[in-house]
Every structure is written in C-alpha cells, then in structure tokens.
C-alpha cells in the first residue's frame, strides 16, 4: 500500500498484485472466517468461500509467482539486447504478480485477525 522506499502514497499499489501481505488472500480469508462464525461451518456458503480461499491462495502462490519469475528473466534478458533490436524498446513486463508462501500466510492470519475483530466488534 504504501511504498516506504520512495517515502511516497501510491494508491495503484491498492489494487495491484505481489506484495506483503497478501491482500488478495487477507480478503478472501476474512470472508470465509466470517461465513464460517456467522453461518457455521456446515454452511453450503462457507464450503464455497473456504473454496474460493483456497484457490486465490494456490493460484498466488503458483501460476502468478511463476509468471512473474518469468517476467523478471525476459526484462533482464531485453535490457541486455542491443539498442538496435527491435523489442529493446518494449515496455517491462509486470514482475510482481505473485506471492511469496510466507506473504500468503500472513495475509491469511491478517484476514483471520480482522474477521474475528469484526466478529467481536458487532
């Protein structure tokens, strides 16, 4: 959300993928808790939220990590072409698409955190 290498808001980064925590699992995670605790566990909503969760967080950890590895090596590869090349000039690809296991976990204790505040709170 906040970039503190560069001292300054970037509100694109709200939306964005990659990063710590993740966010994506955070929402998803606080979604299914909160069916869970409000609807119980035997809740045909909560086995489709546990579902969903479980999905965002194998396809952050999977597909989007690895297409964004993939990305970072074709960005390295470009920047080493010559000038005259004709994709020297291309745009960088997007390399932070994915998570990290360890950035998944801790958006999953985040949303858990704030799923159970909201619980409490209401």
Same mark, same amino acid.
């Given at each position: 959300?906040?970039?503190?290498?560069?001292?300054?808001?970037?509100?694109?980064?709200? %939306? @964005?993928?990659?990063? /710590?925590?993740?966010?994506?699992?955070?929402?998803?995670? &606080?979604?299914?808790? !909160?069916?869970? +605790?409000?609807?119980?566990?035997?809740?045909?909503?909560?086995?489709?939220?546990?579902? %969903? @969760?479980?999905?965002? /967080?194998?396809?952050?950890?999977?597909?989007?990590?690895? &297409?964004?590895?993939? !990305?970072?090596? +074709?960005?390295?590869?470009?920047?080493?072409?010559?000038?005259?090349?004709?994709?020297?000039?291309?745009?960088?690809?997007?390399?932070?698409?994915?998570?990290?296991?360890?950035?998944?976990?801790?958006? !999953?204790?985040?949303?858990?955190?704030?799923?159970?505040?909201?619980?409490?709170?209401?």
């Amino acid at each position: 959300m906040c970039r503190f290498k560069e001292k300054r808001w970037d509100s694109k980064r709200m %939306l @964005a993928s990659g990063g /710590m925590p993740s966010s994506h699992t955070a929402t998803v995670t &606080a979604l299914a808790i !909160a069916i869970g +605790l409000q609807e119980g566990s035997g809740a045909p909503t909560f086995a489709i939220a546990l579902v %969903l @969760a479980c999905v965002v /967080m194998y396809d952050a950890t999977g597909v989007r990590l690895h &297409a964004g590895r993939q !990305a970072e090596l +074709l960005n390295q590869i470009v920047c080493e072409l010559p000038p005259e090349h004709p994709v020297s000039n291309f745009r960088p690809l997007r390399d932070s698409l994915g998570h990290t296991p360890l950035q998944v976990a801790a958006g !999953a204790v985040l949303g858990s955190i704030v799923a159970f505040f909201m619980r409490s709170s209401s």
